[in-house]
Every structure is written in C-alpha cells, then in structure tokens.
C-alpha cells in the first residue's frame, strides 16, 4: 500500500469515527420526553388499549384486574412487614391507600370516611394523560384497593365513580366496608379475605 492510499484510509477511518460521534452526541441530545417512568406508562396504556380494542372494554377489566390483585397482594405484603404487623387496621388501610398513591404519584384524599366506607378523592393520576379514554387501566386502583382492604378487613367493594380516564377532572373511588344496603345497590366489584 502506497503512503497516499495508507493517509486516505486513515483520513476516512477517522472522519467516519467523528461523523458517528458526532451523529450519536446529536441523537443522545435530542429533546424526547422519553424515559423509563414515561415508556412504562405508555407501554400500559398501549397494552390495555389493544385488550378493549381486541377484546372489549369488560374483558380487558379483566386482565388488568389479575394484575391488581396480585400488586394488591404484594404491596399489602410489604406495608404489613414494614409496620411489623400481621394485620391492618381500618385506620391503616386507609393511610396506606392513601401513602401507595403518593408513593406513586397519585394525588388521593379521603372525602369522608366511617365504618362502612371510605371514600377517596384524587387529582392526579398515576397513569398521568395515559390513562385517558382507557378505563380498564383503573382496575388497577379497583383491585389494589380492595384486595388490601378485603384481606385485612374481611370485605371490600370498590366503587369508581368518577374516573380521570372517562374524563372527568378528578376521580372519586369509594371503598365499601360492610355488605350493607348502599353497598348493594353500588355498581363495583368485591373483594373478599384470601386465604
């Protein structure tokens, strides 16, 4: 190989090196609102959106409703361990619904509360606008609620009122403590102790 031929090499070796450094800064600098908590809400959103387009809006309740209960489980699991005890009080209930939203950006609040219900107020969705027009995605809140309720409590039945996904400014959860005639009447699902 000639010097001339050796330098041309080098030159395009090296100008390729600068032009895919140069190409890889510009893309790595791009302003994306794209990050982990961001690309994981739309992943949900985009799943639960083709379980209501593929199978209906009821069955997709469905599925995400499994996936409530066994982070219902869970979470229930590690805020029994973290008070060191084997049992929530209704007045622990209510303040790990309440901590497990902020936790995770929610903004719930307790409207009113008494032995038969609790009910909650929220401003901010978790889910943030990726929640909207997919209201199977508040299963999550429905089932998480009332799982821990129920296991701690012996029953729950959650109540969706209003919901930040079917449009409305802020969502309104009631959480049915007894069976009583209210409770029936309610449209929700129940919850019952686990075993």
Same mark, same amino acid.
């Given at each position: 190989? /000639?010097?001339?031929?050796?330098?041309?090499?080098?030159?395009?070796?090296?100008?390729? #090196?600068?032009?895919?450094?140069? =190409? !890889? /800064?510009? $893309?790595?600098? =791009?302003?994306?609102?794209?990050?982990?908590?961001?690309?994981? *809400?739309?992943? $949900?959103?985009?799943l639960s959106g083709t379980l209501q387009d593929v199978v209906g809006i009821e069955e997709a309740s469905g599925f995400i409703s499994v996936v409530?209960? %066994?982070?219902?489980?869970? $979470? !229930?699991?590690?805020?029994?361990?973290?008070?060191?005890?084997?049992?929530?009080?209704? #007045?622990?209930?209510?303040?790990v619904l309440v901590d497990l939203k902020r936790r995770i950006q929610g903004n719930f609040y307790i409207i009113e509360q008494d032995d038969e219900?609790?009910?909650?107020? &929220? %401003?901010?969705?978790?889910?943030?606008? #990726?929640?909207? !027009? %997919?209201?199977?995605?508040?299963?999550?809140?429905? &089932?998480?609620?009332?799982?821990?309720?129920?296991?701690?409590?012996?029953?729950? #039945?959650?109540?969706?009122?209003?919901?930040?996904?079917?449009?409305?400014?802020?969502? *309104?959860?009631?959480?049915?403590?007894?069976?009583?005639?209210?409770?029936?009447?309610?449209?929700? %699902?129940?919850?019952? *102790?686990?075993?």
């Amino acid at each position: 190989m /000639h010097f001339w031929e050796l330098y041309n090499c080098s030159y395009k070796i090296v100008y390729l #090196k600068y032009m895919t450094n140069s =190409l !890889n /800064h510009s $893309i790595s600098t =791009l302003n994306l609102s794209l990050e982990r908590d961001i690309f994981l *809400r739309t992943l $949900i959103r985009e799943l639960s959106g083709t379980l209501q387009d593929v199978v209906g809006i009821e069955e997709a309740s469905g599925f995400i409703s499994v996936v409530g209960e %066994r982070m219902g489980r869970e $979470i !229930n699991e590690d805020y029994k361990s973290a008070l060191e005890v084997s049992n929530l009080s209704r #007045k622990q209930v209510v303040d790990v619904l309440v901590d497990l939203k902020r936790r995770i950006q929610g903004n719930f609040y307790i409207i009113e509360q008494d032995d038969e219900k609790i009910v909650f107020g &929220n %401003r901010v969705c978790p889910f943030g606008e #990726k929640v909207l !027009n %997919r209201p199977a995605m508040c299963m999550m809140t429905s &089932n998480v609620f009332g799982t821990i309720a129920a296991n701690n409590l012996g029953y729950a #039945k959650v109540e969706l009122q209003d919901t930040i996904a079917n449009g409305a400014s802020g969502c *309104r959860v009631i959480v049915y403590l007894k069976l009583t005639q209210e409770a029936e009447d309610a449209e929700g %699902r129940e919850y019952y *102790r686990g075993l």
